[in-house]
């Protein structure tokens, strides 16, 4: 917990990051962009969608009954709701999802997986999966991975707090 302790005792002049924080912040950065880049072109290119579509898709895939309430789908997306509701107009034009109203709330809609949209995510996956491990986890040994993991959930859970007016995407 030394950087709770360094962080802690801030003052009013800003903590610079020192030169091997900022080697480390611009390969985060070049590699991340990099990363989503090269996720969008593969699935641009073999499946006609961009990567959000695709995570949509398979959350749908993965919730009962292929459907969700709108709001859930933008929170496990991360994005906003306006983004949210572009992306499923696009998905519903193209078939692979449609919108149902909720009976018990009138202001609430589902966003539902079609069979249509099903075939699609299944075509898509093998080409996403392979993209995906040889551009990720064909690099890293198993200790890598498991490392890069247990980072990834200490940033998620220090950015996602769980109190209420919290400025998060979905929220938006």
């Known amino acids: 917990m030394e950087y ?3 962080a802690a005792a801030s003052t009013d002049e800003p903590q610079w990051l020192t030169a091997e924080e900022q080697r480390i912040w611009r ?16 699935l641009q290119r073999d499946a ?12 749908l895939a993965e919730s009962p009954q292929r459907r969700l309430r709108m709001t859930e789908l933008a929170m ?7 983004r949210l509701s572009h992306a499923v107009a696009r998905l519903e034009k193209n078939g692979w999802v449609r919108r149902e109203d909720c009976t018990w709330d009138k202001r609430g809609q589902f966003a539902v997986l079609t069979d249509q949209g099903m ?3 299944r075509n898509a996956a093998p ?8 551009a990720l986890f064909d690099r890293l040994t198993p ?3 498991k490392s890069l993991g247990e980072i990834m959930e200490i940033i998620a ?16």
């Open 157 to 172: 859970e220090g950015l996602q707090p769980d109190e209420a007016g919290a400025d998060l995407p979905w929220l938006r």
């Open 48 to 59: 006609g969608m961009p990567h959000v579509y695709y995570g949509l898709l398979v959350k």
């Open 4 to 6: 709770m302790t360094k």
């Open 119 to 121: 075939e699609v995510l």
């Open 76 to 82: 496990h997306a991360k994005i906003t709701r306006s």
């Open 27 to 42: 390969s985060y950065l070049h590699a991340t962009y990099l990363l989503e880049d090269h996720m969008d072109r593969q």
């Open 127 to 134: 080409g996403h999966v392979a993209t995906v491990r040889n």
């Open 143 to 145: 200790e890598q991975q």
